[in-house]
């Protein structure tokens, strides 16, 4: 079992920059690779990014390149997102989830956190 607490949402203006933290506690955290996902009113789920339990890999959606990115430090069992070039359209609850392999599928995530709220304003 793995329990993930998210943190580091908030209220951001359009342009601006926010990074998301995920804690993880119970088995080990080095062991699994880590994803963020975000879901928007009214809208399903979507992958953000994900990042290999080793933190070689990373994997983004394409709407998220070059503006967000994934880190992992597995000394401190965190997971960041750090997320710039802020949008109106970004706002939505993010989740951090783990998996015994990264994917960009939600289906494929055994854990996941309670989300945090991020709002960008125009």
């Known amino acids: 079992q793995v329990q993930l607490v998210e943190s580091g949402g908030g209220l951001v203006q359009a342009g601006g920059s926010l990074r998301l933290s995920c804690a993880a506690s119970?088995?080990?955290?080095?062991?699994?690779?880590m994803g963020w996902f975000r879901q928007a009113p009214g809208k399903e789920r979507e992958f953000v990014a994900a990042?290999?339990?080793?933190?070689?890999?990373?994997y983004y959606a394409d709407s998220m390149k070059g503006r967000f990115t994934i880190s992992r430090d597995n000394a401190k069992n965190t997971v960041y997102l750090q997320m710039s070039s802020l949008k109106p359209e970004d706002t939505a609850v993010y989740y951090c989830?783990?998996?015994?392999?990264?994917?960009?599928?939600?289906?494929?995530?055994?854990?996941w956190g309670q989300g945090t709220q991020v709002t960008v304003s125009s």
């Open positions: 989830a783990a998996s015994y392999g990264s994917s960009r599928l939600s289906r494929n995530y055994d854990y």
């Open positions: 119970g088995r080990t955290f080095s062991s699994y690779a």
């Open positions: 990042i290999t339990w080793t933190g070689g890999m990373t």
